[in-house]
Structure formats: structure tokens, C-alpha cells
């Protein structure tokens, strides 16, 4: 069977019918909401570069540097840790070769819920959306409990009196809305601006270290040395690397705003994920290096809050230090504001497909922006952060752990419900792709993710304290809300098919 011809740049209107499955619900004016009416398209003229940042912005870089890379050694594996981003790089990017492969098979946005549909059917494709908005609203809510302390700390340091830490966060939430409420565009280059400065800062610190000698004991070697990459605690320092790339697959949710969806989307895909993988190693390893293979670990446990200042300081001095505290505050609102598009952009999806409000799905006519959808998502993190206020949660020791802890399954989940399902794609549609693409880059994925599953679900409690009540209800949320998408999906789709 041929694959189809590269899409040309239509309007939703403008596109005729296609087989397969049909959309769960009526269609929508985008300007009036008015049902019988050709779906509004988001617009927008995306490029490559454009989705890479916004991506990118989402594993916020300097925020892994500076948060999961010293965790991950101090309770994982040790000085062997940069190795591990590797190993999780090399299981995402087994996933998005049958990710990609699919893309052009895919008829609309919404990332994950859309290829779950196309492969497991519209109650799976639902439960899927349900399951990733879930993820997605958790995980910027999640963050400004990591800005809101950090713009105190940074204020603190110039002589401005302390506030709340939730206060900043809401001030921040304020700006992100008026963000999302307008055309994509706008937003990604303000993301491209703030990704660019803190990559800058680190690529600055990484030089400065191999310039000067490699660190008082030379360059390490423990991330080239088996014995060391699996010794400690292995599993944790995979779930720490596998947060880190949090977001890498949201490339696809953006093609509805994408120049050449079809051609762009792979393309982003990859570079976004070899990146940051690349990045990160790279990163952690002259880390590792600054401080010296034999201590690093003590180091970093001691001291795991200040570790890349610490290093910053010494290779770059006090100057680099505030500006480090600067760019480590703008790489989380780019992590916000850019984790904020894609669930507006799930909202959005559910609401066209008539499975959450009609009203959500609406295109906002001056910006082609899902604004209605985007003032939603931020009302959920207002809520969110009202809660934490109000029950005087620690910031970052309860609010956002346990918030990101949620997240974090979710991402499991989401990646191995999207891999089964290109697995049956392709199952059921032979010669559309090859055997690679099609099955065996897939189905190793899942095995490897299927091991990362188990080990976050053991590695559960360090992410959110021995609490049960807390563990029941991050995995039994996600199975709830899966369950629900899918009894929605279902019933929606007989409905349709009634009509």
C-alpha cells in the first residue's frame, strides 16, 4: 500500500473526508461554536526550529541540570549517572521511530490521544486524551511551585523584601495566560529567546570547565565503565533522566500549526530528542567532572539544591552565579509556558470532538489561538496553587513533588499506550512502513518501557514520601481518568454512528 502524498496547506474546511474513523462528535464553527458548521483550524506557520524550541523549552535544560541531574547522583548511580540519559534516550528513540512513521497516517492534533485512536479505537483514543491532559495540566501546575521560590530567592539576593511564594507564582500564571491566550507564535519566540540564554549559560560553564583542566581529578570515566553505570541504584537514576525529557514528544501536538506537518513533525521529533540528549550528557558529565569523580556522589547528596551554583561559582564566579539564578527562573517559565500550549491543545482536541464542552474547541478569530481552552488550563493551575496556599504545603518538598510525581506516571503510561497502538496500526495496515518502523523499533520501546513503568512505580515514594494514601491516588487517578475518557469515547462514538 502506497503511503499518501505529503498534505497541502488547507484549511479544516477546506479538507475532503477520509476513511477510518469518524470524529466522536459534531463539528464546530471556529468562530461562532455553532454545530454543523466546518471545524475552525488552529493557524499558524510553524517551522522546525519553532517546534524544537517550544519542546525543548518544555524539559526546561538548565532546570534538569540544576534539579534531576543531582539527584539522580546522589541516590542513583553515582558519577556513572550522565551514561543513564543515554540509555533512556535510546528506548525514546526507539518509541519515536514507530511515532513518526505514524504521523502522516494521523488525520488531526492531539498527539497521543489521536494515534491511540487511530489504533486502538475512539474509547482508547479518548481515555488516552483524558489520561495526557491529566499529565500535562499536573506538570505546569507542577512548576510554579519550583518559580515561585526561585523569583524569592533571586529578588532576596538584590534586597527585596519576602512574599509568599505563591504569590509570584499566581503573578506568573497572569503573564503565561495572556501568553496562551494569543497566536502560537507569539510564544515560541519568546521561548526561543530564553531556551537559547540558558543553554548558553551552561554550554559557558561546560567550557570553562575543560578549559581549565577537567575538574581536580581530570576528565571522569565512570559513565564509560558498565561495573559503574548499574552500580548504586539504577532505577532511580532512570526515572530521573526519564523526566528529564518530559515533553519531547509533543511535537505532534502542534500540527494543525505546522507548516508542512508531515515532513516537520519527524524532523523536530528527532532533533528535539538527540538534542537534549545530547545536552544532557554532556552536561552532567563535565558536572561530574567539576567536582571530581571519587567525591561527586557525597557532594551532591550533601548539597543537591546548590550543586550547579556551587560549580558555577568556582568556574564562573559571583557573576555567573546571579546570572545563572536568572536564566534558572526564565527556564522555568519557558518549561510553563510551553507545557501550558500542549494541554490547552488537548483541551482544545476534546472540546472539537464534542467529549468535553463545544465552547473549548473554539479558534479565537484574531489570533487563531485556542483561547477559550488556554484561559481553562490556567485556571487549573491557579486552583492548584490556591490549594497548596491554603493547606501551607512546602513548596517543593510536598506541592510539586507530589504534583510531578502524578505527572510522571502519566508520561509512562501515555508513551506505552501510544506504542501499542503503533504497533496495531501498523499491524493491521501491512506494507505501509517497514518491519523496523513498524515492529521491531516499537516493540522494543515497549519492553523498555514496560522496565522504566516498573521501576517508577517501585521508585514511587521517593518522588512523593511513604504516604499510601498519596501513591493510591497518583496511580488510581490516571486509572480513573482513563476509564472515564474511554466509557466518554465509547458512547459518544455509538451515538455518532446512530445519527
Known amino acids: 500500500m502506497a503511503q499518501p502524498s505529503a498534505p497541502t496547506q488547507t484549511t479544516a474546511a477546506q479538507r475532503p473526508a477520509q476513511a477510518g474513523p469518524t470524529p ?7 468562530a461562532s461554536g455553532a454545530p454543523g458548521a466546518p471545524v475552525g483550524g488552529l493557524r499558524g506557520k510553524l517551522g522546525l526550529w519553532s517546534i524544537v524550541f517550544m519542546v525543548v523549552a518544555a524539559a526546561s535544560p538548565l532546570g534538569v541540570i540544576g534539579g534531576p541531574v543531582p539527584l539522580g547522583i546522589a541516590i542513583g548511580n553515582g558519577a556513572a549517572f550522565p551514561a543513564t540519559f543515554v540509555i533512556a534516550a ?26 491511540v485512536r487511530e489504533g486502538l479505537g475512539a474509547g482508547a483514543g479518548v481515555g ?6 491529566l499529565t500535562y495540566l499536573t506538570l505546569e501546575a507542577a512548576v510554579y511551585g519550583l518559580i515561585g521560590p526561585g523569583i524569592q530567592e533571586l529578588l532576596a539576593s538584590y534586597g527585596v523584601p519576602s512574599i509568599p511564594w505563591w504569590a509570584w507564582a499566581l503573578l506568573v500564571a497572569a503573564g503565561v495566560a495572556a501568553l496562551g491566550y494569543r497566536n502560537i507564535a507569539v510564544s515560541g519566540k519568546v521561548l526561543a529567546i530564553l531556551l537559547i540564554a540558558e543553554v548558553a549559560i551552561v554550554v559557558i560553564l561546560d567550557v570553562a570547565v575543560i578549559a581549565s583542566g577537567s575538574g581536580p581529578e581530570g576528565p571522569s570515566t565512570a559513565a564509560f565503565q558498565p561495573s559503574q553505570i548499574f552500580s548504586g541504584a539504577p532505577g532511580v537514576a532512570i526515572l530521573f533522566a526519564l523526566l528529564s525529557f518530559l515533553g519531547f514528544e509533543a511535537t505532534a501536538v502542534f500540527r494543525d500549526e505546522t507548516k508542512d506537518p508531515r515532513r516537520t513533525i519527524p524532523r523536530a521529533t528527532f532533533v528535539a530528542l538527540g538534542g537534549v540528549a545530547v545536552f544532557y550528557a554532556v552536561s552532567s558529565w563535565v558536572l561530574v567532572t567539576a567536582v571530581g569523580e571519587s567525591t561527586v556522589a557525597e557532594v551532591a547528596a550533601e548539597n543537591s539544591a546548590t550543586l550547579l551554583s556551587d560549580v558555577t561559582g568556582t568556574y564562573l564566579g559571583p557573576i555567573g552565579v546571579h546570572v545563572q539564578q536568572v536564566l534558572y527562573v526564565t527556564s522555568l517559565l519557558a518549561c510553563i509556558l510551553a507545557v501550558h500550549h500542549v494541554g490547552a491543545r488537548y483541551l482544545f482536541s476534546l472540546g472539537q470532538d464534542g467529549i468535553l464542552s463545544p465552547s473549548l474547541g473554539v479558534v479565537q478569530p484574531k489570533h487563531g489561538s485556542p483561547a477559550r481552552a488556554s484561559l481553562v488550563a490556567s485556571a487549573v493551575s491557579v486552583a492548584l496553587i490556591a490549594l497548596a496556599a491554603v493547606a501551607q504545603l512546602d513548596p517543593i518538598a510536598e506541592y510539586y513533588t507530589w504534583v510531578a510525581g502524578f505527572s510522571s506516571v502519566g508520561l509512562v503510561v501515555l508513551l506505552g499506550l501510544t506504542t501499542v497502538a503503533v504497533l496495531r496500526y501498523f499491524g493491521t495496515h501491512p506494507g505501509l512502513v517497514g518491519r523496523f518502523k513498524g515492529l521491531v523499533a516499537p516493540a522494543l520501546a515497549l519492553l523498555g518501557l514496560a522496565i522504566f513503568a516498573v521501576l517508577v512505580v517501585i521508585n514511587l515514594p521517593l518522588l512523593v514520601g511513604e504516604a499510601l ?16 475518557g474511554y466509557w466518554l469515547g465509547v458512547r459518544r462514538a455509538k451515538a455518532h454512528a446512530a445519527a
Open 469 to 484: 494514601w498519596l501513591q493510591i491516588l497518583i496511580l488510581g487517578g490516571h486509572v480513573i481518568g482513563f476509564a472515564l
Open 90 to 115: 535510546v528506548v525514546l528513540a526507539l518509541f519515536a521511530v514507530g511515532f513518526t512513521a505514524m504521523t502522516p497516517h494521523v488525520r488531526k492534533a492531539g498527539a497521543f490521544s489521536s494515534y
Open 24 to 30: 466522536l462528535g459534531p463539528q464546530y464553527d471556529g
Open 128 to 133: 488516552t486524551g483524558f489520561a495526557a491532559l
